[in-house]
């Protein structure tokens, strides 16, 4: 395909075909409000019982259509907020999740999930973590930058906290979702002689080279980076993309790329 | 953002917004994601939380706008994390994956596979570009951008996918 032109009609027939796709979506019915105001939490916690009473096949002889939801009484149901008239009782899943923040805001990160928790963390450094997360979820520039260090570095230019709305903004970056997803990823730590023990997030970072990234901390970089911008980086030498600094006092030293 | 507020006399009910623009946001999610049963539930996540924050969000000049944010982030992240999306949002009690969408031809879909491996605003702005068909102004809103940083994404992605249209033409001729 050499001319725009042909792009485009490609680029236009393969829309014209998801929009026409998408016209055989039904929305499902909507739910109850008691039911919308379930929490998260509660709707997984009601989810997992939900499969271990459909497994015992006791469900249908507790639960109906119209007795459902927590103020018929104390046992959660298996329904989401909004759920399909026509197939029994589906349930949304989340990724494992603390907090999710009510979302009603606007930033890159808006309506991400909160990583999951990560075994081995010092409480300070597992609190700052979790509290950096809930704040880019909630699109709360504010909090963001009541957490970091007075020493943050966002940009090694001389940029601190400032650049993130900016980026996020301009649309250079969309700096929120990438701390959401890069605490997603595993970590690793670092020990000085003159300063507190840091632990980065993504891994790869401790790494010098490119060949000794783990496959398996390779693979979760995958869940932020595309498999270009990867080869790109690595032909770098090692990992120089967005990282995060957390010190194993729970100061949040930076959040920066580059070298 | 828009964010003006209107008087509660104006405010429209979630439902009928919901069923307006529900096949809007499937087909943004359908290009978003691999498959038809993965976008109708991140569709219906996504105005779940619309439903929750309903109070709020039905004051916005455009709550779909919103809806759409919520959207595209959750379904580039989601992408990102391969063999997470089903996992994540896999119906349960006998109805996993089921799809109600039509397939997409191969053509088609080689498309939607190379937008999702563009960076991700270069992804959201060419998926709002082509299947919401948002101007560039509407584009910048849902991604709280400038116009002129929608039209370097979408000039990026272009180029880009324009290079992998002449590959395709070769490899399938």
Same mark, same amino acid.
């Given at each position: ?33 008691? %039911? ?92 700052? %973590? ?49 701390? &959401? ?41 995958? %869940? ?36 | ?32 994601? %691999? ?79 190379? &937008? ?25 809103? &849902? ?6 940083? &929608? ?23």
């Amino acid at each position: 395909m050499k001319h725009l032109d042909e792009f485009e009609q490609r680029m236009e027939q393969a829309a014209q075909e998801v929009r026409q796709a998408a016209k055989h979506a039904v929305p499902p019915q909507l739910d109850s409000d008691a %039911r919308r105001a379930l929490p998260r939490g509660w709707l997984i916690f009601a989810a997992a019982f939900g499969v271990v009473l459909l497994t015992l096949g006791v469900l249908p002889m507790i639960s109906s259509p119209e007795d459902s939801g927590p103020a018929s009484g104390s046992t959660p149901t298996t329904t989401p907020a909004i759920a399909s008239s026509t197939v029994p009782e589906p349930v949304i899943t989340a990724p494992p999740a603390t907090t999710v923040p009510s979302v009603v805001a606007d930033c890159s990160a808006a309506g991400l999930p909160m990583p999951s928790e990560q075994e081995g963390l010092p409480t300070p450094v597992a609190d700052t %973590r979790r509290a950096i997360a809930a704040a880019a979820i909630a699109c709360d520039y504010g909090t963001l930058e009541a957490l970091a260090s007075p020493e943050f570095v966002a940009s090694f230019g001389g940029g601190g906290f400032e650049m993130i709305p900016i980026w996020e903004e301009e649309g250079t970056y969309p700096a929120l979702a990438l701390l &959401v997803e890069l605490f997603d990823t595993p970590y690793a730590f670092e020990d000085y002689e003159d300063l507190p023990r840091h632990y980065y997030w993504p891994s790869a970072f401790v790494y010098d080279s490119w060949e000794e990234i783990p496959p398996a901390d390779m693979e979760a970089l995958l %869940r932020v980076y595309t498999q270009e911008e990867l080869d790109q980086t690595a032909a770098f030498g090692s990992y120089a993309l967005w990282r995060i600094g957390i010190t194993e006092t729970g100061e949040w030293r930076f959040f920066v790329a580059g070298d | 953002m828009p964010s003006t507020e209107i008087g509660a006399l104006d405010v429209e009910p979630f439902e009928s917004f919901y069923r307006r623009e529900y096949g809007r946001m499937v087909a943004i999610a359908r290009a978003l994601l %691999r498959t038809g049963s993965s976008a109708e539930d991140l569709a219906q996540e996504s105005f779940i939380a619309a439903h929750r924050n309903w109070d709020r969000v039905s004051g916005y000049d455009d709550p779909g706008a919103w809806v759409r944010r919520v959207l595209i982030n959750r379904a580039t992240s989601l992408h990102r994390k391969a063999g997470a999306e089903l996992r994540a949002l896999t119906r349960l009690g006998g109805h996993a994956g089921e799809n109600t969408l039509p397939e997409l031809t191969p053509r088609a879909t080689e498309v939607w596979e190379e &937008v999702r491996k563009l960076p991700r605003r270069q992804a959201q702005a060419t998926v709002l570009h082509y299947i919401d068909q948002l101007s560039i102004e509407e584009i910048g809103e &849902v991604m709280g951008v400038s116009p002129g940083a &929608v039209k370097a994404h979408l000039h990026k992605a272009r180029a880009h996918l324009s290079q992998r249209l002449e590959t395709w033409g070769e490899e399938t001729t």
